[in-house]
C-alpha cells in the first residue's frame, strides 16, 4: 500500500468521533437527502454559466434508434467497434503485473491484479483545497456484524445497501438491517437457507423503504417486508439456473426491477399481486450469449424531480465488456444509445452512475462511464418531439485505474484507485481536491461471485477477469454519503462544511492555509464548498467574520511564538514570515479600522513587530492601494524609516501620502535636511499650496556658484534638473512628482510661476545683484532645457491676450539677457536663437524679435576674436538655418561670411538650396573633417533619380576637372567612382592623371580584382593596353607583386607583356608567361639561365654562403614545379631534354669545385642534386637516369658511391608493389569463388512451406489438386493457389516475362514496391523459360543473394574493393545488384559495425 500523507492520519483522529450524538449527527440520512438534494440544485443553477466546456459536442443522432434485438444480434468485435472522437482512447498502454495483498473476503481466488503506469498526471493541489472529505467509522454497525458473525454464524459481510436504513448482507446468507441509530432492527434469513442458497451477492432498497430484494450466488432472489421482517417472495426461476447473482436493483417503480446474473445476462422482474398471491414475472433484456454485460445502473430520480419529463422512460444503462447501451423499460422496450469502448485493459471494471446535474437552467441525467483511466459524461435530455439525446461532455483523463466511480454531488465526484485510494474530483475544472488512503477499511471484493465459484466456475474467462477488482456490492451512496463495507467494519464518507474544513487547518496549525482558504471561500472560488447558502454579500460577510476571528488568533500566534532570545535579526525573520499575512488579509478584506486599530494595537506591544508592520505597508502606499492612513500611524512610520536611515523610502512614502494631517513645517525641515526636495516640494504643494517657495529655496543653492562661474557639485546639478522639471509642470497643469494640479488652481500656478521667473531682482537682492536673476540662473545652468521647457509651455498657451503679452515679455527678457553679456557661449547663444527662429518660422506666430540681432549672432559667430569652438560656432549656426532662423538672414552675406568663416557645412547647406551641387564638391574637397564623403555625394547625385540633366552634368564635370584631387584622396573610392559613372572616360582620366604614382594606384585600384572594390569587370571593356602599361608601372614600382598580380589579371596580350617583363628583366615573370604561352621550353631555359648563373655566383664567392645556397635552393625547387606542372604533356624525348639539363645544371658545379670547396657546399649540392633525382624518377625511365649518372666522372667513381642509396630504395618499391598486386588478385579470387559457391546453394535449396494451406483461401491444398491448379511456395515460406493469387493480382512483368509476388509479404508492407518481397516460385508442373540473351539474375536469385550478404558476417572483400575504386562523392552499390537493391545505400565504411581485419601478406620463400 502506498504510504498516506502526514495530515491524512492526523484527520482520521480527529474524526474518528466517539459520541452518540456525533454518530447520530454523521449519519442523520433522512435530513441529509432533502437537504443535499436541494441544495445541489439549487448550487448548479447559480453557477451555470461555467458548467459546460467549449469543446463539449454532439454524439451524431441516428434517424431510427436500433432494437434491441438488433444490438443482441451483434457480435462484439472489438476490431469492428466505433472510433470516438479522441484517440488517446485508443492507446493501449504497457501493463506491469504488480502483486499485493487484499482485503477482499474472495482474495484467495482474487490473483495478481494490474496497475496501469501512466504519465499524466493531475495536479498536485491538495495545499489549496484542505480536507475535503470527513470519514468516520460506524463503531455500532462494525461491531454487530462481528459480534453476528460470532453468534449466529452470519459469516463475513458481502454487501451492502443504504437507504433511510441501512442493509448488509452476509456469505452465510444472512441480511443484517441498520436504523440510523446503528441499531439492529432485523436480521433476515437463516444460515440453513444460506447452506442452500449461497452468500448473498447483491442487495436493493426500494424508494419508500418498505421492501428489500436479495441476490444469491447460486441464483436465486428473495424479497422481503422490511417493516415486518417477513418473506414476501422467493424467486428461483428468473434467469438461468448455475448463475450467480452480480447486480439486483430497484428502479423507481416499486414492482419493477433489474437483476444482472454472471451469465452476463440482464432480466426485468416485474411484481405482481393477483388475487393475493404474489408472482414475478422476468422477461431477459440483454442475452449473455451475445455479450457480458457486467455492470447495470437504473436512473433514479429525486422525490423533488419526480415529475421530470425524462423520469417516465424508466432509463436503464448497462455496460458490457465492448460497449454501452442506455434503454427505456417505459412506455416500451426501446434503444436509445449505444457507445462502444475504445480498446482497453481486459481487466479494468466497467463502471456506471447516473445523477442529475443543471446545465443552461435545465436540470438534466448525467450518466458517468468509465473503464480502466479514462471517464466519459454523457448528458441525457429529451427534446419537444419527445426523442431522447444524448451529448457527449469533456471527458476526464487519469493516471490510475478506477474500481469504483461515485458522485457525491453534482460538481465533485469520488473515485476509488485499484490500490484502495481515493481520489475526490471536481468534475469542471478536473482538478483533484484530496487523495484519501482506505485500506484500514479492508474493502470487500466481489470476485467469488463473478467467478461464480458456488455454482462451478461456469463463467468466461473475461467475465472472472473483470471480477479480480469488482467491489459493486461493497460502496453505497444515498444523501450525500457514501458506506464503505469492510470485512469487519462499515465506514461513512462525506464531504465537510466550510467551517470544518478551515476549522480542521486550524487544529493542525496550518494557519496561513486555514486563511488562504477561507479566502477562497470568501470569493467563490472554493471547490465542493458545503454550507455556504444565501446570496454572494451574505456569504462573504459569514466568510470575513472566520476570517477576522482567525486573524487575530493569528496575531496571539505571532507574538506568542516569537523566540525571546537570540539575535534582532531572528526576531525580524519571524515577524517578516507573520506580520504580511496579517496586513495583506485585512486590506482583502478591506478592513483598514481592524488593521490601523486593534492589529496596530496588539502588534505595537513588540517594537519589532511594530517596525515590520510598518514597512510591510510601504508597497501597498507607493502602489496607491493604501489610502486614508490614520495620522497615528503616518507618523510612526516616517519616523521610523528616518530611525533606519531609509530617507529614499521616506520620499517615496510622503508623494504617495496624504499629509494634511501632520505637522507641515516638521516634515520640511525634515526633508531639506535630508535633501529630499521631491517630499518637500510635494509637502508644499499638497499641504499648503504654495508652488514658489520651494522654487525659491533650490534657487538660493544653485545661484550663487553659476554666478561666480564656478563648477556645480553633482547634488547641485541633481538640484537644478530638478527645479527644471517642477516649473515644467507647473506651466504644464501638471503635480509634482506625479498626478495633477486641481484643475481651479492651474491658472493661477502659471501665472505665479511667470511672475517669478521674470522678477526683475529676487527678494532678498545685494546690491551688485544683475537684473532677471532666475532666467538668467536658469540659462547658466541649463539653457538648451530650460528653452526646450519654454517651447512646450508655448505649446499650451491659449492665444489670448494676456499669454502673448507673457511670450512677448520673456522673449524680450531672454535677449536682454543673453545678447547684452559676454559670459554666454556660442552654444548658448545660438540655442536661444534656434528657440526664436522655430517660435518666429510658427505660422501662428504672434512674437516681435529685432532683425538686427539675427545680424548680430551672424557676426558673433562667423567673426570670433579667436579661432576656438569652431565646430561648436558652425553647427550652431547650421541648427539655427535649420530650424527656420534662413529668413532673418540676406542669403549672399551669410554665404560670404560662411566661406570667410571656413563653415563649409553652412555654404552645403545654402548652396543646396539654390541647387548649385558642383560647388558643394568644393565644399567637402575643402573641409578637412569630410573630404572623404566627397565620393559618397558624387555617386547619390548621378545615380539616384531627382536630379535633372544640367544638374548632373555639371557635377560630372566638376569631378573630372578635380579627379587628381579625388585619386590622391582615396585611390580605390576614386577607381569605384569611374568604373560606376565614367567607365567610358578612363582614358582622358589617365592622362590627367601626370603624377605616375597617383596613375599606378589609381590603375591598381581599377584593375586589381583584390583591391576589394565592387566593379563589374565585363562591364567596363577596358582595353589591353589599359591593363599592359599598369603591368608596365608594376614592373617599376611593385616588382615582387607581378606574378601574384597576373595571376589575377585577365586582359592583357602574351607577347607585348612578355616584352614589358623583358624590358625590366623580370626573368621569373617572363619564366610565367612563357609557361602560359605553351613554350614550356622557352620557359624552362630562363629557369634554368637563372639557376645556372646562381650556381656560378656560389662557386666564384665565398661570402654569404648559406644566403647563396638558399637562393639556389628556392630557384631550384621553382625549376623542379616547373617540370613536374608540364611532364605529364610531354611524351619522354621532350621530358629528357628538360630533367637531363636540369640534372646536369646541378651536378657540374660539382665537377669545377676545388678540393678546398668548403664540404658543407659540396654536401649542400650533392643533397640538392639528390632531391632532382628523387623528383625525375617519376617521369623519367630508371636505366636511363642510372646511366647518365654512371657516365658522370664525379658520380662514376667507386662503387656506385652515394647512389647507392637511390637504387636499393626503387628496388625496394619495385618489390612492395609486386607483393601488392599479387596478394589483391588472390583475395578477389579467393572472395568469388566463395560468393558464387554460396548463391549457388541458396538458389538450389529447396523451399519449406510455413504451413500446409493456402494463405488466401485457407484451405488445404491437396484439397483442391483436382482442380489441375498449381500450387506456389515463396521463400518467404507462404503458400498458395495460382487461382488465389491471379485473383488478387499478384502478379509483375519483368522482362517480359511473369512473375509471382508474395499477397501477404506485399500487402503488409504498406511503403515498400511490390518488387521488394517479389520471389520465383517453384510450381506443381514447372515450364523451362527461354534463357536471355545476357545474363540476369531472377528475384529468387535475387532474394538469395541478399539472404547470403545477411549470413555472411561483415562486407565482402570484393564490396570493400568496389567502393574504394569510386570516387567519394558517386553514389555506391552493391555488387549484383538487382531491383530491389535500394538507390540510397549507404556507404559500408560508415556502418557502425564496421571491422576491418588485417591479415599480414603470406611469407613467399626465395
Known amino acids: 500500500m502506498e504510504n498516506e500523507p502526514d495530515h491524512e492520519s492526523v484527520e482520521q483522529t480527529l474524526c474518528a468521533k466517539t459520541t452518540e450524538e456525533e454518530l447520530n449527527k454523521t449519519f442523520n440520512l433522512e435530513a441529509s437527502l432533502s437537504k443535499f438534494s436541494y441544495i445541489d440544485l439549487d448550487k448548479e443553477l447559480e453557477f451555470k454559466n461555467d458548467l459546460i466546456d467549449d469543446k463539449e459536442f454532439d454524439i451524431p443522432q441516428v434517424d431510427t434508434p436500433p432494437t434491441l434485438e438488433s444490438i443482441l444480434n451483434e457480435t462484439d468485435d472489438e476490431d469492428d467497434s466505433f472510433v470516438l472522437e479522441d484517440p488517446t482512447l485508443l492507446n493501449i498502454d504497457a501493463i506491469d503485473s504488480h502483486s499485493y495483498d487484499t482485503s477482499s473476503v474472495a482474495s484467495s481466488d482474487s490473483g495478481d491484479r494490474t496497475n496501469l503506469k501512466r504519465k499524466k498526471k493531475l495536479p498536485d493541489s ?60 432485523l436480521c433476515l434469513g437463516s444460515t440453513s437457507v444460506g447452506g442452500q442458497y449461497g452468500a448473498i451477492s447483491a442487495l436493493s432498497i426500494n424508494n419508500d423503504c418498505s421492501r428489500l430484494l436479495c441476490g444469491f450466488a447460486k441464483g436465486q432472489i428473495t424479497m422481503w417486508d422490511l417493516a415486518s421482517g417477513k418473506l ?27 437483476c444482472n446474473d454472471s451469465g452476463g445476462s440482464v432480466f426485468e422482474l416485474t411484481f405482481k399481486r393477483v388475487m393475493g398471491v404474489r408472482t414475478c414475472e422476468s422477461r431477459c433484456l440483454f442475452s449473455g450469449s451475445k455479450g457480458e454485460v457486467c455492470c447495470i445502473e437504473p436512473l433514479h430520480s429525486k422525490p423533488e424531480l419526480k415529475d421530470h419529463p425524462i423520469t417516465q422512460f424508466s432509463l436503464l444503462a448497462m455496460a458490457s465488456l465492448t460497449k454501452i447501451l442506455v434503454i427505456g423499460l417505459k412506455p416500451s422496450l426501446k434503444v436509445w444509445m449505444t457507445f462502444p469502448y475504445g480498446r482497453m485493459d481486459p481487466s479494468s471494471v466497467p463502471l456506471l452512475a447516473w445523477h442529475f446535474v443543471a446545465v443552461h437552467n435545465y436540470v438534466n441525467p448525467m450518466l458517468a462511464f468509465c473503464r480502466g483511466d479514462v471517464v466519459h459524461f454523457l448528458l441525457v435530455k429529451r427534446d419537444e418531439s419527445g426523442a ?28 476509488l484507485d485499484s490500490v484502495e485510494k481515493l481520489h475526490v474530483i471536481d468534475r469542471q475544472t478536473q482538478e483533484e481536491l484530496e487523495t484519501v488512503e482506505i485500506s484500514e477499511v479492508q474493502l470487500v471484493y466481489n470476485s467469488s461471485h463473478f467467478k461464480s465459484l458456488a455454482t462451478g466456475g461456469n463463467v468466461s474467462q473475461a467475465l472472472a477477469l473483470v471480477g479480480e477488482k469488482a467491489c459493486y456490492q461493497s460502496i453505497s451512496s444515498y444523501g450525500g454519503q457514501i458506506f464503505y463495507l469492510g470485512t469487519k467494519s462499515v465506514y461513512v464518507m462525506m464531504l465537510r462544511s466550510w467551517r470544518e474544513r478551515v476549522d480542521h487547518l486550524l487544529k493542525q496549525d496550518c494557519l496561513t492555509e486555514a486563511l488562504a482558504l477561507a479566502w477562497s471561500f470568501h470569493e467563490g472560488k472554493a471547490k465542493a464548498v458545503v454550507g455556504l447558502s444565501g446570496d454572494a454579500n451574505k456569504r462573504k460577510a459569514i466568510v470575513a467574520d472566520r476570517m477576522v476571528e482567525i486573524l487575530f488568533h493569528y496575531a496571539d500566534r505571532a507574538l506568542k511564538k516569537c523566540p525571546d532570545q537570540g539575535k534582532i535579526q531572528v526576531m525580524e525573520q519571524h515577524f517578516q514570515d507573520m506580520v504580511p499575512v496579517i496586513v495583506d488579509y485585512c486590506l482583502l478584506l478591506q478592513r483598514k479600522d481592524l488593521l490601523f486599530g486593534q492589529m496596530y494595537d496588539k502588534l505595537s506591544e513588540n517594537s519589532v513587530a511594530k517596525g515590520v508592520f510598518l514597512e510591510c505597508l510601504e508597497p501597498y502606499i507607493l502602489s496607491d492601494k493604501l489610502v486614508g492612513i490614520t495620522p497615528q500611524v ?7 524609516f528616518q530611525d533606519k536611515k531609509l530617507m529614499e523610502n521616506v520620499e517615496a512614502l510622503i508623494v504617495h501620502m496624504d499629509i494634511t494631517s501632520l505637522d507641515i513645517q516638521q516634515v520640511v525641515l525634515m526633508c531639506w535636511e535630508n535633501r529630499l526636495y521631491d517630499a518637500m516640494i510635494y509637502v508644499y504643494n499638497r499641504g499648503m499650496n504654495e508652488f514658489i517657495s520651494p522654487m525659491e529655496k533650490l534657487f538660493k543653492v544653485i545661484a550663487p556658484p553659476l554666478n561666480a562661474g564656478k563648477t556645480l557639485t553633482d547634488e547641485q546639478v541633481i538640484m537644478g534638473n530638478k527645479l527644471l522639471v517642477y516649473i515644467s509642470c507647473c506651466l504644464a497643469g501638471r503635480a509634482y512628482p506625479l498626478g495633477d494640479i486641481p484643475e481651479d488652481l492651474v491658472p493661477l500656478v502659471k501665472n505665479q510661476v511667470f511672475e517669478f521667473l521674470i522678477r526683475l531682482h529676487s527678494a532678498e537682492a545685494s546690491p551688485e545683484e544683475e537684473i532677471y536673476p532666475y532666467v538668467r540662473t536658469l540659462l547658466h545652468f541649463d539653457t538648451r532645457e530650460f528653452l526646450n521647457v519654454l517651447a512646450l509651455t508655448f505649446e499650451d498657451f491659449k492665444n489670448d491676450k494676456q499669454a502673448v503679452e507673457y511670450q512677448q515679455r520673456i522673449v524680450d527678457i531672454l535677449l536682454k539677457v543673453m545678447v547684452e553679456n559676454s559670459d554666454f557661449t556660442p552654444s548658448q547663444v545660438g540655442c536661444l536663437f534656434t528657440f526664436l527662429a522655430r517660435q518666429l518660422a510658427k505660422p501662428d506666430n504672434t512674437l516681435f524679435v529685432n532683425r538686427t540681432l539675427f545680424d548680430q549672432v551672424l557676426e558673433f559667430l562667423c567673426s570670433p576674436d579667436d579661432d576656438s569652438r569652431h565646430s561648436e560656432r558652425q553647427q550652431v549656426l547650421l541648427e539655427l538655418l535649420q530650424a527656420g532662423g534662413i529668413v532673418q538672414f540676406e542669403e549672399s552675406r551669410l554665404i560670404r561670411m560662411a566661406e570667410k568663416a571656413e563653415f563649409y557645412q553652412i555654404c552645403e547647406f545654402m548652396y543646396e538650396r539654390e541647387h548649385q551641387y558642383d560647388k558643394i564638391i568644393d565644399c567637402y574637397l575643402r573641409d578637412p573633417l569630410r573630404e572623404e564623403e566627397v565620393f559618397n555625394y558624387i555617386h547619390n547625385i548621378l545615380s539616384i533619380p531627382g536630379h535633372s540633366a544640367e544638374e548632373k552634368q555639371s557635377v560630372w564635370q566638376k569631378a573630372m576637372d578635380h579627379v587628381e584631387e579625388l585619386v590622391s584622396l582615396k585611390p580605390c573610392k576614386a577607381a569605384e567612382l569611374v568604373a560606376t559613372h565614367f567607365s567610358g572616360q578612363i582614358e582622358t582620366v589617365m592622362k590627367k592623371l601626370q603624377n605616375q604614382v597617383l596613375l599606378f594606384q589609381f590603375l591598381r585600384s581599377l584593375l586589381d580584382p583584390r583591391e576589394g572594390i565592387h566593379v563589374n569587370q565585363e562591364l567596363l571593356q577596358i582595353s589591353p593596353s589599359i591593363t599592359e602599361q599598369f603591368i608596365e608601372l608594376l614592373c617599376q614600382f611593385s616588382p615582387n607583386q607581378v606574378i601574384e598580380t597576373l595571376q589575377v589579371l585577365e586582359c592583357y596580350r602574351l607577347e607585348e607583356t612578355i616584352q614589358i617583363t623583358q624590358k625590366y628583366q623580370l626573368h621569373e615573370v617572363t619564366a610565367y608567361l612563357l609557361e602560359k604561352k605553351g613554350d614550356i621550353h622557352g620557359a624552362f631555359l630562363i629557369m634554368l639561365e637563372r639557376l645556372q648563373s646562381k650556381l656560378r655566383g656560389i662557386t666564384h664567392q665565398d661570402t654569404k654562403e648559406d644566403l647563396s645556397l638558399k637562393d639556389v635552393e628556392d630557384t631550384m625547387v621553382e625549376t623542379i614545379a616547373l617540370c613536374q606542372r608540364n611532364s605529364h604533356n610531354l611524351n619522354e624525348q621532350q621530358r629528357e631534354a628538360l630533367w637531363f639539363p636540369l640534372l646536369e645544371a646541378m651536378m657540374a658545379p660539382q665537377k669545377l669545385s676545388s678540393p678546398a670547396a668548403s664540404h658543407l657546399q659540396a654536401e649542400a ?32 667513381k667507386g662503387k656506385l658511391g652515394e647512389i647507392q642509396g637511390l637504387i636499393l630504395g626503387m628496388l625496394d618499391t619495385f618489390n612492395y608493389e609486386q607483393t601488392l598486386l599479387e596478394t589483391t588478385t588472390s583475395l578477389l579470387n579467393q572472395d568469388l569463388h566463395w560468393s558464387l559457391c554460396n548463391l549457388r546453394a541458396s538458389v538450389t535449396r529447396g523451399l519449406n512451406p510455413k504451413q500446409d494451406y493456402c494463405s488466401i483461401c485457407l484451405q488445404q491444398y491437396k484439397r483442391r489438386q483436382e482442380m489441375a491448379d498449381e500450387i506456389i511456395v515463396f521463400s518467404c515460406g507462404h503458400l498458395y493457389h495460382s487461382f488465389c493469387l491471379q485473383n488478387k493480382e499478384c502478379t509483375i512483368e519483368v522482362e517480359g516475362q511473369t512473375r509471382w509476388t508474395c499477397y501477404k509479404c506485399s500487402s503488409s508492407n504498406k511503403v515498400g514496391k511490390l518488387s521488394e518481397n517479389s520471389s520465383e516460385v517453384k510450381k506443381g508442373r514447372i515450364t523451362p523459360s527461354q534463357a536471355s540473351s545476357e545474363p540476369v539474375l531472377d528475384p529468387q536469385q535475387m532474394q538469395a543473394f541478399d539472404q547470403l550478404c545477411r549470413l555472411y558476417r561483415g562486407s565482402s572483400r570484393l564490396a570493400l574493393l568496389t567502393e574504394l575504386s569510386q570516387s567519394r562523392g558517386s553514389e555506391s552499390s552493391r555488387p549484383f545488384s538487382g531491383s530491389q537493391s535500394s538507390s540510397a545505400f549507404s556507404s559500408i565504411f560508415q556502418n557502425e559495425n564496421f571491422q576491418l581485419q588485417l591479415t599480414p601478406p603470406p611469407v613467399t620463400e626465395d
Open 634 to 640: 503616518m507618523k510612526d512610520l516616517l519616523v521610523h
Open 232 to 258: 414476501l417472495r422467493s424467486i428461483t426461476d428468473a434467469h438461468p439456473p448455475g448463475t450467480a447473482i452480480l447486480h439486483i436493483k430497484f428502479t423507481d417503480d416499486p414492482t419493477l426491477a433489474i
Open 126 to 185: 491538495f495545499s489549496l483545497h484542505g480536507s475535503v472529505m470527513r470519514h468516520s467509522l460506524l463503531k455500532g454497525i462494525s461491531a454487530q456484524i462481528v459480534s453476528a458473525a460470532d453468534k449466529v454464524d452470519a459469516g463475513l459481510p458481502t454487501a451492502i445497501a443504504v437507504s433511510s436504513l441501512i442493509a448488509v448482507g452476509t456469505s452465510h446468507g444472512l441480511a443484517l438491517i441498520f436504523d440510523q441509530n446503528q441499531a439492529l432492527r
Open 1165 to 1196: 649540392l650533392k643533397s640538392l642534386t639528390m632531391q632532382v633525382l628523387n623528383s625525375m624518377a617519376a617521369f623519367i625511365a630508371l636505366p636511363s637516369i642510372l646511366q647518365r649518372i654512371l657516365q658522370d666522372p664525379v658520380y662514376g
Open 388 to 415: 431522447i439525446h444524448v451529448t457527449k461532455q469533456k471527458h476526464l483523463h487519469l493516471y490510475y485505474d478506477l474500481i469504483n466511480f461515485t458522485w457525491i454531488n453534482s460538481r465533485t465526484v469520488v473515485l
